[in-house]
């Protein structure tokens, strides 16, 4: 292993061997070869072994994420980290250290071969963490794999030892040369944390898109007319790389769970992994969702993974990455994920209205999108979007609701400000001319806005102030008006509301929200309040439809069990804020309206 070691490391050192005459001679270059195996896959533990050589000083301190990227939350993956141990090239133990919670020191003799190996539980089945048992395994890379500290940028091997049974390997990872069984080959540490890999006798599908292969890895039973899903899933495809007109890929992978509950997606490099309800392709809204998630992921493959913020990417690992941007990073991506359900057929132009007429309901009837800006949510995604409670809705918005709504608004104006001649798809295109391309860098806040401008031909400073970094209300219906729609709205419901609401799963019925400013916040009614008695009579099918709604004005009384103790509580409803939005074309547009609305819906 030692002299494999030392011919990887001076291939790996060639370009620099060819420095002018006259250079010191060069210390073979480090290399990092991972294995990982999973001989008990019933007990939870991936077992990973990392053979490190050509360390040049006389240690080396490896860490292990703090977060995976995408989804903006520490998760101290760390914690689930044990028996780590480190050895020299004849097996001696080496001295290892823990510096801090996710850094491990290990000493060793200058430029000597060395290993580490230690044991990840990994119990956890979401997109974003890890899991193995006796059906599967599937990992993030972020929350199995450390990397040495300094040398992030180092490119690794990788060898999956499956389980005894199982014969797959799925991951975007590209197979390393030798062609050795599942290994593969990642240019940087980057590449590995950002490349799921999920194991086991998954299912493995495939079709062609944009002229290259994507392969869908499904795991779990599940009940789809193939061949028409991968047909929509090109579809799908086809239609997110119109946006921006240039394909970044040569191979794409999507890893699907189906599971008995949905989780949703997380982007990556040249993959996904979309986590869904088993059922889900069996009503047409739920296939359609699907299709919607997929379109997501798929678009994030350019906006957030290659055209980006500043603050995501190059990660740092050890804390959080801050970003006013998440509005456009996920919000624009949601936006687009609907738009191009639109333009490839899955939505009628009304049912496409219709959508955002919902999704501007959820954004305007959230007491918290009068509290949070978009750019605010961004920035706390990870104390706040991450971390909800009780009281979110009355304090925060989502940047995904928040910032598709703001990517309806935008794209709509620079339709109109330029007769129909450019759409919102042209900022991306310019971002990624620009910004991935040509500087290899995310962009700021101000060349974000600076893009806009140049695609408009105008300047949208007051809107992005006001409504992107601020809380003002966008004007929907001036936007819509460019398009010749009409945008209007009514009281959601006519009865006064008790502004609060419950839940009876436990048997007992207990408050699980308060709408600020209702009358249950108003008037002091509690979340985790047990509901005793309504007006004097027990939790029964007529009574509780007094929590539903009453007259405005009217009292409600109540008794609740708060803390042990009975309470007594009068509340008096209050007439219900929520509204309920229309959008519907209006009668004999301009032609101008015409040009714009055409642009906006069509390719
Ligand atoms: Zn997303």
Redesign the pocket.
Known sequence: MPNHFRLLGALAAGALLAAPAGARPLAPAPTLRYTLAMPAPQTHYFEVGVALSGFAQDYTDVKLPVWAP?SYLVREYAKNVEGFRATGASGQALAVEKIDKNTWRVRHPKQADFKVAYRVYAFELSVRTSFVDADHGYLNGSSIFVYPALNKGLASTLTVQPAPGWAQVSTALRPAPGGAKFTYQAASYDELADSPIEIGNQKVLQFTANGTVHQVAMYGTYQVDENRLLADMQKICEGAQAVVGQNPLDHYLFIVHNLERGGG?L?HLYSTTLEVNRATYTTEAGYKAFLRLAA??YF?LWN?KRIRPVALGPFDYDKENYTHMLWV??GM??YFANLINKRTGYYDQQGYLDHLASTIGTVENTPGNKVQSASEASFDAWIKYYRPNENSPNTGISYYDKGETIGLVLDLMIVNATQGQKHLDDVFRLLYDTYYKKLGRGFTDQEYQDAVATVAGRRFDDFFKQSVYDTKTVDYATAFGYAGLGFSSAPANPNGSVGATFSNRTGRLLVTGTERDGAAWTDGLNVNDEVLLINGAAPGEESVKALQGGAVGAPLKLQVRRDGLPRELTLTYRADPDRRFTIQPLPNPTAAQQKVLAKWLGK
């Open positions: 995408g997606g982007e997501h992921e994030h957030v990073s996920e991506t949601e």
